[in-house]
């Protein structure tokens, strides 16, 4: 499996592992079984619906066949790169700038299937030969498909240490999403060693603007610790 580097907007290198063929044709397949799934069940219900004109039939295969055509864009775009075959195999669908995913972004990725999968399988190809493990669609749209079962411990992860009577000062935090939360910290973690107060200031005014703070508590180093430490507190009491 290729290493995958994403560089964030503060310029620093955060290292995936990128899914590779195998993971990603493992979850194509438990997504094709779903939708034989529904295809199975769609026609033992269409009888219901022989009486009607020929018309009306197509009218409503039409209608009824759309979850499958959409399967693949809506769930990405609901579950934050992930279909039920991803969650499954635990790969993601990433930005290579380190960002989340955006809905265009999945668009251009569902588009391309088309060719990268439709044709040939023409995308499997493609990954085994891509430094990045990307097929055409993830060219495209500037993204990849990373591993989430990485062995980790809790310094490598979002999570924080809080103490029982810990109370949160930034309640605007809940703008952020896993996927934040995860970039700030990596970020946060090589900065504050490298002593680079540059990106901690960049960071901070990022922080910010994303959460709409007035004011923030301490110096660039507190409110960042305190920004995560607030992610976990209410993250964890949903």
Same mark, same amino acid.
């Not at 580097?5 to 094709?32: H, Y």
């Not at 044709?119 to 891509?130: D, E, H, K, P, T």
């Given at each position: %499996? &290729? ?9 620093? !290198? ?9 993971? #990603? ?6 997504? %094709?079984?779903? +939708?034989?799934g ?5 026609n ?8 009607m ?23 990405e ?10 969650? @499954? ?5 990433? !930005?290579?700038d380190?960002?989340q ?7 251009? #990725?569902w588009f ?14 493609? @990954? *085994?030969?891509?430094k #990045? ?12 498909v990373?591993?989430?079962?990485? !062995?980790?411990?809790?310094?490598h992860?979002?999570?924080?240490? *809080?103490?029982?009577?810990? +109370? ?6 809940? +703008? ?16 504050k ?13 990022? @922080? ?5 703070? !007035? ?21 964890? &009491? %949903?």
């Amino acid at each position: %499996m &290729s290493e995958l580097q994403i560089n964030t907007t503060q310029n620093v !290198k955060i290292n995936f592992t990128a899914s590779g063929v195998g993971e #990603r044709l493992m979850a194509f397949i438990i997504d %094709m079984l779903i +939708k034989i799934g529904y295809i199975t069940i769609l026609n033992m219900s269409l009888g219901a619906f022989q009486d009607m004109d020929q018309w009306s039939q197509i009218g409503i295969n039409t209608l009824l066949g759309l979850p499958i055509v959409f399967y693949t864009l809506v769930l990405e775009a609901l579950l934050e790169g992930q279909t039920i075959g991803k969650k @499954i195999v635990k790969i993601k669908v990433v !930005k290579i700038d380190g960002y989340q995913a955006s809905l265009a972004d999945y668009v251009v #990725r569902w588009f391309f299937r088309i060719v990268d999968i439709y044709i040939f399988g023409l995308g499997f190809f493609v @990954i *085994l030969f891509s430094k #990045r493990s990307q097929r055409l669609g993830d060219m495209a749209a500037g993204t990849s498909v990373i591993l989430l079962k990485d !062995k980790v411990n809790i310094s490598h992860t979002i999570l924080e240490d *809080l103490t029982e009577d810990y +109370k949160p000062t930034y309640p605007t935090v809940i +703008k952020l999403s896993d996927n934040d939360a995860r970039i700030i910290k990596d970020t946060f973690t090589t900065a504050k060693l490298a002593n680079d107060y540059q990106t901690l200031i960049k960071l901070r005014n990022k @922080i910010i603007e994303v959460i709409e703070v !007035k004011a923030i508590n301490g110096n660039d180093i507190q409110f960042i610790d305190t920004i995560l430490k607030d992610y976990n507190y209410y993250t964890q &009491s %949903m």
